[in-house]
């Protein structure tokens, strides 16, 4: 291929350079000028990414509703980024729908105010030799509306649960250093690419990029002619509609790895998932809220049937996988405390149990497997446990539920010691504390090497509680008489 020396494989950048005497171009100023230009759209896409930087907020009142004043909203200062790193600034004013480029709204409903780059000259193009002067190009923005809102998914990428990645490994794959397993930020696909021609708007005012649009805002737009007979509608925005200046825009940070980092730090750690009891969680310390025994004698004999249905009795799934090796009796623990009858001491006991492993479906899985990791444990008390706390009719629990006396569970996973498949303590943050987080992929790096707990209070069962009184009173009664005899104690002789 020719080299005429003007283009070189190697080079991104040509300016002129002037010595004394040198008569300046307009091929020469124009260069200059766009080489500025790229080279701040390079830097807007590497440094900020996509997104609405600052601003850019419609004006709504105190319960968050639409402000329509004489047909028109108001749009506050705000810069934004496109995907070629063009700067989109707006420096605040109304906005009708007179205003609105491309297709105007047909029906009523929820629409996405999006914010586009776009380009104005005073010759439109044209050149005039006889003109004096140069062509001044306008930068601007227009707004579009477009039926239907889908907020903007500002998740972090989803590592997959077989990597184990250190900090520097994330930043590497998610900048384009090194293939990886987590997708390259999505931003860089368009960091090198040139935009396209703009596209002249429908009364040819300016020309715009419409496929690069930032989204601003969901609006409503309503007819304001419905109530009118004969009428043709009008649409237009909806005066204390609804509008929402937040969970529609990507945002441009200063530095959009560094702030994926602080959401998802290292590696995200195995926590809690689901446990099949959740339903008995203690809420409040109340009377009423008891597990009848019955309930839980069905869950603690589930093992015992064949064949084992791991969420009829006590199971715990994982977030991720973890080692098979860590889950046993000493990090899988089941305590049941009994109120003593004397001074009311909380008597610790613990269940004696077996702990079987569960794969991804929550099945079991075999002790013949080579399986390394499991997302899951079923806990099984031992038979003869259950043989006299559970069948027999003297049971301790049984007991203390029929006399109005408190049997309380306490089942607990100690991250200190289960390791997940990376090697790594589980976090013991309670699974509730995730409700209402959008991305629902929170690391678990609150608690880590901590002890997860859950706890349950067994009672009578339903059909005893007709009884309840009648019993308990016994059982008071005795408890009583058992308290008199042991205060009638000369203690000086012991």
């Given at each position: 291929?020719?080299?005429?020396?003007?283009?070189?494989?190697?080079?991104?950048?040509?300016?002129?350079?002037?010595?004394?005497?040198?008569?300046?171009?307009?091929?020469?100023?124009?260069?200059?000028?766009?080489?500025?230009?790229?080279?701040?759209?390079?830097?807007?896409?590497?440094?900020?990414?996509?997104?609405?930087?600052?601003?850019?907020?419609?004006?709504?009142?105190?319960?968050?509703?639409?402000?329509?004043?004489?047909?028109?909203?108001?749009?506050?200062?705000?810069?934004?980024?496109?995907?070629?790193?063009?700067?989109?600034?707006?420096?605040?004013?109304?906005?009708?729908?007179?205003?609105?480029?491309?297709?105007?709204?047909?029906?009523?409903?929820?629409?996405?105010?999006?914010?586009?780059?776009?380009?104005?000259?005073?010759?439109?193009?044209?050149?005039?030799?006889?003109?004096?002067?140069?062509?001044w190009?306008?930068?601007?923005?227009?707004?579009?509306?477009?039926?239907?809102?889908?907020?903007?998914?500002?998740?972090?990428p989803?590592?997959?649960?077989?990597?184990?990645?250190?900090r520097?490994?994330?930043?590497?794959t998610?900048?384009?250093?090194?293939?990886?397993?987590?997708p390259?930020?999505?931003?860089?696909?368009?960091?090198?690419?040139?935009?396209?021609?703009?596209v002249?708007s429908?009364?040819?005012?300016?020309?715009y990029?419409?496929?690069?649009?930032?989204?601003?805002?969901?609006?409503?737009?309503?007819?304001?002619?419905?109530?009118?007979?004969?009428?043709?509608?009008?649409?237009?925005?909806?005066?204390?509609?609804?509008?929402?200046?937040?969970r529609?825009?990507?945002?441009?940070?200063?530095?959009?790895?560094?702030y994926?980092?602080?959401?998802?730090?290292?590696?995200?750690?195995?926590?809690?998932?689901?446990?099949?009891?959740?339903e008995?969680?203690?809420?409040?310390?109340?009377?009423?809220?008891?597990?009848?025994?019955?309930?839980?004698?069905?869950?603690?004999?589930?093992?015992?049937?064949?064949?084992?249905?791991?969420?009829?009795?006590?199971?715990?799934?994982?977030?991720?996988?973890?080692?098979?090796?860590?889950?046993?009796?000493?990090?899988?623990?089941?305590?049941?405390?009994?109120?003593?009858?004397?001074?009311?001491?909380w008597?610790?006991?613990?269940?004696?149990?077996?702990?079987?492993?569960?794969d991804?479906?929550?099945?079991?899985?075999?002790?013949?497997?080579?399986?390394?990791?499991?997302?899951?444990?079923?806990?099984?008390?031992?038979?003869?446990?259950?043989?006299?706390?559970?069948?027999?009719?003297?049971?301790?629990?049984?007991?203390?539920?029929?006399?109005?006396?408190?049997?309380?569970?306490?089942?607990?996973?100690?991250?200190?010691?289960?390791?997940?498949?990376?090697?790594?303590?589980?976090?013991?943050?309670?699974?509730?504390?995730?409700?209402?987080?959008?991305?629902?992929?929170?690391?678990?790096?609150?608690?880590?090497?901590?002890?997860?707990?859950?706890?349950?209070?067994?009672?009578?069962?339903?059909?005893?509680?007709?009884?309840?009184?009648?019993?308990?009173?016994?059982?008071?009664?005795?408890?009583?008489?058992?308290?008199?005899?042991?205060?009638?104690?000369?203690?000086?002789?012991?």
């Amino acid at each position: 291929m020719k080299n005429d020396g003007y283009e070189h494989k190697d080079c991104w950048s040509r300016t002129p350079h002037f010595r004394p005497g040198t008569k300046l171009t307009a091929e020469q100023l124009n260069a200059s000028q766009a080489d500025a230009v790229r080279r701040d759209r390079l830097v807007n896409v590497a440094m900020h990414g996509i997104g609405v930087a600052y601003g850019f907020q419609i004006r709504a009142d105190a319960k968050g509703r639409l402000i329509v004043e004489d047909g028109c909203i108001y749009v506050t200062c705000g810069l934004a980024f496109d995907r070629y790193g063009r700067m989109l600034f707006w420096g605040g004013g109304h906005l009708a729908m007179k205003d609105i480029i491309g297709p105007k709204p047909h029906t009523e409903g929820r629409y996405t105010l999006s914010v586009h780059y776009a380009e104005k000259s005073d010759q439109n193009g044209a050149f005039d030799p006889c003109r004096e002067g140069a062509e001044w190009l306008d930068r601007c923005v227009v707004f579009t509306l477009t039926e239907s809102c889908k907020p903007h998914d500002g998740c972090a990428p989803d590592v997959p649960l077989d990597a184990c990645m250190t900090r520097t490994e994330w930043i590497c794959t998610r900048s384009g250093f090194q293939p990886g397993t987590v997708p390259k930020d999505e931003a860089l696909a368009y960091a090198c690419a040139e935009p396209p021609p703009l596209v002249a708007s429908d009364c040819g005012r300016v020309s715009y990029d419409p496929e690069a649009g930032i989204p601003l805002s969901c609006v409503e737009i309503c007819d304001l002619d419905r109530d009118k007979e004969d009428c043709y509608p009008r649409y237009d925005f909806c005066h204390c509609g609804d509008v929402d200046n937040c969970r529609f825009r990507p945002v441009a940070y200063r530095s959009p790895l560094l702030y994926e980092l602080i959401n998802l730090d290292d590696v995200p750690l195995a926590k809690i998932a689901s446990y099949s009891w959740s339903e008995w969680e203690l809420q409040e310390w109340s009377d009423e809220d008891r597990v009848p025994f019955s309930a839980f004698k069905h869950r603690a004999k589930a093992c015992q049937s064949w064949p084992i249905k791991p969420w009829d009795g006590f199971a715990i799934m994982f977030t991720r996988p973890v080692q098979r090796r860590t889950l046993h009796p000493l990090s899988v623990i089941m305590d049941i405390f009994i109120l003593e009858t004397r001074a009311n001491y909380w008597e610790p006991w613990r269940i004696p149990t077996r702990i079987l492993h569960l794969d991804e479906a929550g099945e079991i899985i075999s002790p013949e497997s080579e399986a390394d990791c499991a997302w899951g444990a079923l806990i099984c008390p031992e038979d003869d446990w259950i043989k006299y706390e559970v069948d027999d009719a003297k049971s301790t629990i049984l007991d203390c539920a029929n006399i109005g006396r408190l049997a309380r569970v306490e089942i607990s996973i100690r991250g200190q010691i289960v390791r997940d498949c990376c090697g790594l303590m589980i976090d013991a943050r309670p699974i509730d504390v995730d409700e209402g987080d959008p991305c629902l992929n929170r690391p678990g790096q609150e608690r880590p090497g901590d002890t997860w707990i859950s706890i349950f209070r067994i009672g009578r069962d339903a059909y005893e509680q007709a009884q309840a009184p009648s019993d308990q009173q016994e059982g008071k009664a005795e408890i009583q008489a058992a308290r008199q005899a042991d205060s009638s104690i000369d203690r000086s002789e012991i």
